[in-house]
């Protein structure tokens, strides 16, 4: 590796003395995906003699791009490795201690030091992740969502049994293509399933939106969309009113935003992105103008990045370049287990020892027969001590479901039907209260 360093460097500065350039190679840096050289120009040089000469570098190196961008009073050339390695998200979890609360892991940065982001941070609020196809957003996107999850309250082993299934994060995943987020599905942090259809992913941006109007919102919410503009295409300004009004006022209700796209052109996402996204994640784009809407600088270089994880980050009025952490959907499995979120042991309660019987529930779900009432009696008793805080939460009745039956039951069908039958019960208790009738207990099933 000396060897190659030592050889680079003086390629480096053969280049910059063939086009009449004083400057030097002072250090330089080993990344998993890139080595960086310092630069140090002489006192006077124009930067432009030195970034316009990307491709004279990449020649004279023998390499596919080079990036050459501004660092401060030097200039950092970054040449790819001929043995890229990959970051790997779980070890780097695992060796993570005392992260605060709603911090998502990036990956490596190019000191070598893992990347961490907190959303509630006042110069981050809301995140967009661009880059075309093969760049690796998809797989930060999932980094960022399991890293969130992974430093939570909710799945977390210990305890576990001691508590209802409550947690201080709610993600809303929004999923266009159905693809990217699939096999998260059964995170316990989910306020509601993976959004697929558009005027479902409207409804719930309205709904966010309302919510943020309520006063004293207590708890944190990460809206995650993979695929911006598809969304923004489809749903038009159904879509883009209530994400606006969010991005614009929801840090202070505590809902962050997430956004994705491969398309970051200023005629789609010009307006929206604007001022409302303080913090840019940019991969590998087509073109410098799409690099400028991206990062909202201009020569930060990132149409010149590698794809497949290398990215840039725009933050504070400064750039830094990292290799985004991957996992594959085996680890994904693997993590899911050894948190508990797999459905298997995680603690939950249940309302009955066992599942309604098939010959309960009939072929067809929506085919159900009047079960006792004592059934839901049962469910609302469970659900009294609880109720009336998640009543005021958005995502509440799927909280009330998972404390109910676990996370191996998908929400829907006849036990949610169930649950509801309880909850109106229990709505028509505390209406009581006010009203002085005595509540009824509905008939689950009619």
């Given at each position: 590796?000396?060897?190659?360093?030592?050889?680079?460097?003086?390629?480096?500065?053969?280049?910059?003395?063939?086009?009449?350039?004083?400057?030097?190679?002072?250090?330089?840096?080993?990344?998993?995906?890139?080595?960086?050289?310092?630069?140090?120009?002489?006192?006077?040089?124009?930067?432009?003699?030195?970034?316009?000469?990307?491709?004279?570098?990449?020649?004279?190196?023998?390499?596919?791009?080079?990036?050459?961008?501004?660092?401060?009073?030097?200039?950092?050339?970054?040449?790819?490795?001929?043995?890229?390695?990959?970051?790997?998200l779980?070890?780097?979890?695992?060796?993570?201690?005392?992260?605060?609360?709603?911090?998502?892991?990036?990956?490596?940065?190019?000191?070598?030091?893992?990347?961490?982001?907190?959303?509630?941070?006042?110069?981050?609020?809301?995140?967009?992740?661009?880059?075309?196809?093969?760049?690796?957003?998809?797989?930060?996107?999932?980094a960022?969502?399991?890293?969130?999850?992974?430093?939570?309250g909710?799945?977390?082993?210990?305890?576990?049994?001691?508590?209802?299934?409550?947690?201080?994060?709610?993600?809303?995943?929004?999923d266009?293509?159905?693809?990217?987020?699939?096999?998260?599905a059964?995170?316990?942090?989910?306020?509601?399933?993976?959004?697929?259809?558009?005027?479902?992913?409207?409804e719930?941006?309205?709904?966010?939106?309302?919510?943020?109007?309520?006063?004293?919102?207590?708890?944190?919410?990460?809206?995650?969309?993979?695929?911006?503009?598809?969304?923004?295409?489809?749903?038009?300004?159904?879509?883009?009113?209530?994400?606006?009004?969010?991005?614009?006022?929801?840090?202070?209700?505590?809902?962050?935003?997430?956004?994705?796209?491969?398309?970051?052109?200023?005629?789609?996402?010009?307006?929206?992105?604007?001022?409302?996204?303080?913090?840019?994640?940019?991969?590998?784009?087509?073109?410098?103008?799409?690099?400028?809407?991206?990062?909202?600088?201009?020569?930060?270089?990132?149409e010149?990045?590698?794809?497949?994880?290398?990215?840039?980050?725009?933050?504070?009025?400064?750039?830094?370049?990292?290799?985004?952490?991957?996992?594959?959907?085996?680890?994904?499995?693997?993590?899911?287990q050894?948190?508990?979120?797999?459905?298997?042991?995680?603690?939950?309660?249940?309302?009955?020892?066992?599942?309604?019987?098939?010959?309960?529930?009939?072929?067809?779900?929506?085919?159900i027969?009047?079960?006792?009432?004592?059934?839901?009696?049962?469910?609302?008793?469970?659900?009294?001590?609880?109720?009336?805080?998640?009543?005021?939460?958005?995502?509440?009745?799927?909280?009330?479901?998972?404390?109910?039956?676990?996370?191996?039951?998908?929400?829907?069908?006849?036990?949610?039907?169930?649950?509801?039958?309880?909850?109106?019960?229990?709505?028509?208790?505390?209406?009581?209260?006010?009203?002085?009738?005595?509540?009824?207990?509905?008939?689950?099933?009619?």
């Amino acid at each position: 590796m000396r060897q190659l360093l030592e050889y680079q460097a003086d390629r480096i500065e053969a280049v910059f003395a063939h086009h009449k350039v004083p400057a030097r190679v002072t250090g330089g840096t080993v990344t998993p995906r890139w080595i960086r050289y310092q630069v140090v120009p002489a006192l006077g040089v124009r930067i432009a003699s030195i970034t316009g000469l990307a491709e004279e570098l990449a020649a004279a190196l023998d390499v596919p791009h080079v990036r050459v961008a501004r660092q401060g009073a030097a200039i950092a050339v970054e040449v790819p490795r001929d043995d890229p390695q990959p970051v790997h998200l779980v070890p780097l979890l695992r060796g993570l201690r005392n992260v605060p609360p709603v911090t998502a892991v990036l990956g490596i940065a190019d000191d070598g030091v893992p990347l961490l982001i907190r959303l509630p941070s006042p110069d981050v609020a809301h995140i967009l992740v661009a880059g075309t196809t093969g760049s690796g957003k998809t797989a930060l996107l999932r980094a960022m969502v399991l890293s969130l999850a992974y430093f939570s309250g909710a799945g977390r082993t210990e305890h576990v049994a001691m508590r209802p299934a409550s947690c201080d994060l709610r993600l809303v995943l929004i999923d266009p293509k159905g693809t990217a987020f699939r096999d998260l599905a059964d995170l316990p942090h989910l306020a509601r399933p993976v959004i697929s259809d558009p005027a479902e992913a409207v409804e719930a941006l309205g709904s966010l939106a309302r919510l943020m109007e309520r006063p004293a919102t207590s708890q944190t919410v990460i809206l995650v969309i993979d695929e911006l503009v598809d969304l923004l295409m489809v749903a038009g300004d159904d879509a883009e009113r209530p994400l606006t009004r969010l991005v614009q006022r929801g840090r202070e209700a505590g809902i962050h935003v997430i956004a994705a796209t491969q398309k970051p052109t200023a005629a789609v996402i010009g307006s929206l992105v604007k001022a409302n996204f303080p913090v840019r994640l940019v991969g590998k784009v087509t073109s410098p103008e799409d690099a400028r809407v991206a990062t909202g600088w201009r020569g930060t270089g990132a149409e010149r990045l590698l794809g497949r994880g290398d990215f840039i980050v725009v933050a504070e009025g400064q750039v830094q370049r990292f290799q985004a952490a991957y996992i594959t959907p085996e680890e994904v499995r693997e993590l899911f287990q050894g948190k508990g979120w797999d459905g298997n042991g995680n603690g939950r309660l249940r309302a009955s020892t066992s599942p309604p019987s098939s010959g309960e529930i009939g072929q067809d779900e929506d085919a159900i027969s009047l079960r006792p009432q004592g059934e839901v009696a049962t469910l609302a008793e469970r659900l009294r001590p609880y109720w009336p805080t998640w009543r005021e939460e958005w995502g509440g009745k799927t909280k009330a479901f998972r404390f109910l039956f676990g996370m191996d039951v998908q929400p829907g069908g006849a036990y949610w039907r169930m649950m509801e039958a309880a909850i109106a019960y229990l709505e028509a208790e505390l209406n009581s209260t006010t009203t002085g009738e005595s509540p009824v207990l509905p008939l689950w099933g009619t």
